[in-house]
T-cell receptor, first 113, second 111 residues
Framework: AQSVTQPDIHITVSEGASLELRCNYS??????LFWYVQSPGQGLQLLLK??????LVQGIKGFEAEFKRSQSSFNLRKPSVHWSDAAEYFC???????????FGTGTRLQVTL | SQTIHQWPATLVQPVGSPLSLECTVE??????LYWYRQAAGRGLQLLFY??????ISSEVPQNLSASRPQDRQFILSSKKLLLSDSGFYLC??????????FGNGTRLTVT
């Protein structure tokens, strides 16, 4: 069955430092992959998506992610983190019919000043 | 543009009471609609999805049910709430090969 793994439950970085959030997926075919961000008490906002083509995708808020088929990974990166980036981040893959999303368990990002 | 309305934003209900959460969408027709639940410290779990009026697919056995009486309305219900039904419930809409768009959610606390 398709699955998504986010191995880091909680990450703390200093403002201005670089960030990489890990995501590994298990899927037989070419996956459709997403990163979402959730601020406390809010819904989920799409950061970026990968469907096909260029394996490095750019998203909103200065985020990017790279699809690496050989590693079954879709890690999220940002060169310089801002305090407002503190939130929970979810990686997801489309699975099955009806465009259902399977989510990872999320990574909570804390930013120190 | 597509808009998702969820209400109420927060809800506190006693064990054994009924539940009805409503989700309505605007700016689109015949969307796929989804109910996700996010329990404390856990990821998002797909509960139900619907590809059309009256068409409901359940992902996990549970104390909840869903209905889609109109194209742009998706309702999550329970006859008798359990403590384990507490969580953050998110409605989402989607189309094939497109990202899901989420509402702002309803936080349900069962006491």
């Amino acid at each position: 069955a398709q699955s998504v793994t986010q191995p880091d439950i909680h990450i703390t970085v200093s403002e201005g430092a670089s960030l990489e959030l890990r995501c590994n997926y298990s899927y037989g075919a070419t996956p459709y992959l997403f990163w979402y961000v959730q601020s406390p008490g809010q819904g989920l906002q799409l950061l970026l998506k990968y469907f096909s083509g260029d394996t490095l995708v750019q998203g909103i808020k200065g985020f990017e992610a790279e699809f690496k088929r050989s590693q079954s990974s879709f890690n999220l990166r940002k060169p310089s983190v801002h305090w407002s980036d503190a939130a929970e981040y979810f990686c997801a893959v489309v699975t099955g019919t009806a465009s259902k999303l399977t989510f990872g368990t999320g990574t909570r990002l804390q930013v120190t000043l | 543009s597509q808009t998702i309305h969820q209400w109420p934003a927060t809800l506190v209900q006693p064990v054994g009471s009924p539940l009805s959460l409503e989700c309505t969408v605007e700016g689109t027709s015949n969307p796929n609609l989804y109910w996700y639940r996010q329990a404390a410290g856990r990821g998002l779990q797909l509960l139900f999805y619907s590809v059309g009026i009256g068409q409901i697919s359940s992902e996990v056995p549970q104390n909840l049910s869903a209905s889609r009486p109109q194209d742009r309305q998706f309702i999550l219900s329970s006859k008798k709430l359990l403590l384990s039904d507490s969580g953050f419930y998110l409605c989402a809409l989607g189309r094939p090969n497109s990202p899901l768009h989420f509402g702002n959610g309803t936080r349900l606390t069962v006491t």
